[in-house]
């Protein structure tokens, strides 16, 4: 069954503490991305891959970082150096920039 | 850059009901427009999406898209509402590659 997974669905973590969230897809897929998504603001790309051991920034990259070590994997790291974290983040994979495939979402509290 | 704005933040209709939710883009060129759906604390399903010819786009679950480039609108229709429907929706638009842009969003509440 082909798909995108997020984990955890919910992640709770204390201010200054660097975080890693988890994004994998079996679609084959050649690009990946990240989003952050704040009630009524939609989706910011944050971060994109459109191969492995390469990726670019999206508009709001500062205090995020990621990896693309494998073409099924690519994790997000929310550093410290993040002044709001608090947010739904998505993933999404697509073999044509144009039509992307989003996982569940994982939903990250800061306090 | 382009951009995209959807002006209703929230939408309520009776079940049964017809449903149209309104998407202005702004785009220097020929624009790629989508339409997807989010249900609560999920992620994003792609509804339907225009690139080029018939600017009338039929998509899943009953919805269309109508194109026109004269108002730079996308907006998304449905004849008869269902319960199911009840969701987020969200318009975008790319022209170039890895650009996509997406509206703020418009949240749908059904009646019964």
């Keep these: 069954d082909g798909g995108i997974t997020q984990s955890p669905k919910y992640l709770f973590r204390k201010e ?19 989003y952050r998504q704040d009630p009524g603001q ?6 994109y891959s459109q191969i492995v051991n390469d990726f670019q920034k999206g508009d709001i990259a500062e205090g995020y970082s990621v990896s693309r070590e494998k073409k099924e994997s690519f994790p ?7 002044k709001n974290p608090t947010a739904f983040y998505l993933c999404a994979s697509s073999r044509n920039w144009y039509e992307q495939y989003f996982g569940p979402g994982t939903r990250l509290t800061v306090t | 850059a382009q ?10 209709v009776s079940e ?3 449903l149209e939710l309104r998407c202005n883009y702004s785009y220097g060129a020929t624009p790629y427009l989508f339409w997807y759906v989010q249900s609560p604390g ?5 509804l339907l999406k225009y690139f080029s010819g018939d600017t009338l786009v039929q998509g899943i679950k009953g919805f269309e898209a109508e194109f026109k480039r004269s108002q730079s609108s996308f907006n998304l229709r449905k004849p ?19 650009d ?4 703020a969003g418009t949240r749908l509440t059904v009646k019964p």
């Design chain 2, 80 to 98: 008869s509402v269902h319960w199911s429907d009840a969701a987020e929706y969200f318009c975008a638009v790319g022209g170039n590659n890895n």
């Design chain 1, 16 to 34: 200054g503490q660097n975080v890693t969230l988890s994004c994998e897809q079996n679609l084959n897929h050649d690009a990946m991305y990240w």
């Design chain 1, 76 to 82: 997000l790291t929310v550093t410290s150096a993040q």
């Design chain 2, 3 to 12: 951009s995209v704005t959807q002006p209703d933040i929230h939408i309520t």
């Design chain 1, 42 to 47: 939609g989706l910011r790309l944050i971060y």
């Design chain 2, 42 to 46: 999920q992620g994003l399903q792609l």
């Design chain 2, 16 to 18: 049964g009901a017809s």
């Design chain 2, 100 to 103: 996509m842009r997406f509206g």
